[in-house]
């Protein structure tokens, strides 16, 4: 019996201080944590308290801070409040999106309604030439496109993509009525009949001219018009002005 007490009492001696020194090291991080936590909070407050500028509404900052609030305040915002806090989409809601480029047809494009800068135009011109002299026809899926509205303000966005200036088109090439998809013109240049492998060889060797195939991540059924980033920049604050104020489309 005595024998066991005094293990047990070893155990405490050696266990006590242990457990203290590691409640009082959590509670002193607990602390630490919440005020850095409290100083967030502060931080946040003060961007979320400031007025959205329409030309500059720090729309991801604002965002962020709305997280820290909802994670460390304890009073999480509902979701109409982080919107109204977020930016006043009411301002672009009321905004009719009209498309800023015209649309592009000619004998060989076939499949969606073409939209493209009219600096695009005449290399498109030429691969119709060249498509009409070799029966092949181009089914396009997509041209311009539009970034979302909470993006419509950013100067440039993220990846510079071409479809947001009209300076792309996807298709798929269409000859003696096959089909010939990414998967089928990623193969490039096997396995794809010669009038093919020509048009897309027209393609490359058009220096105005770039082809998915060649990009990091290959996209074969895209072609673009090279584009510098000043180009690119200087179009797509165009088209965002075109956009925002209803403008006709750039002829
Ligand atoms: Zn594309």
Request: aromatic share 10%; proline share 6%; glycine share 4%.
């Amino acid at each position: 019996m005595e024998k066991q007490k005094l293990w047990i009492n070893g155990i405490a001696v050696i266990l006590i201080p242990i457990v203290v020194a590691w409640v009082s090291n959590t509670f002193a991080s607990a602390i630490k944590q919440n005020e850095v936590q409290g100083q967030f909070v502060e931080i946040a407050i003060d961007i979320l308290k400031e007025t959205p500028d329409e030309d500059n509404p720090k729309e991801n900052l604002r965002k962020w801070a709305i997280n820290i609030v909802n994670k460390y305040s304890g009073v999480p915002l509902d979701s109409a409040t982080t919107k109204e806090l977020t930016y006043d989409f009411s301002l672009l809601a009321n905004k009719t999106i009209t498309i800023p480029v015209p649309e592009y047809q000619n004998s060989q494009f076939i499949g969606k309604k073409t939209y493209v800068h009219p600096n695009f135009s005449e290399s498109l011109d030429r691969l119709n030439d060249f498509a009409q002299g070799s029966g092949i026809e181009i089914y396009v899926t997509s041209s311009f496109r539009t970034s979302s509205n909470s993006q419509i303000r950013q100067i440039s966005p993220a990846t510079r993509s071409r479809h947001l200036i009209g300076y792309a088109i996807d298709v798929n090439v269409k000859y003696a009525d096959k089909f010939y998809n990414s998967r089928l013109l990623s193969k490039y240049p096997n396995d794809l009949p010669d009038p093919v492998v020509e048009f897309i060889q027209h393609i490359i060797d058009n220096p105005l001219l770039e082809w998915g195939g060649h990009f990091n991540v290959k996209d074969p059924v895209h072609i673009g018009l090279i584009a510098t980033e000043e180009e690119y920049d200087k179009i797509y604050l165009e088209m965002v002005d075109g956009i925002l104020t209803d403008s006709k489309p750039i002829q």
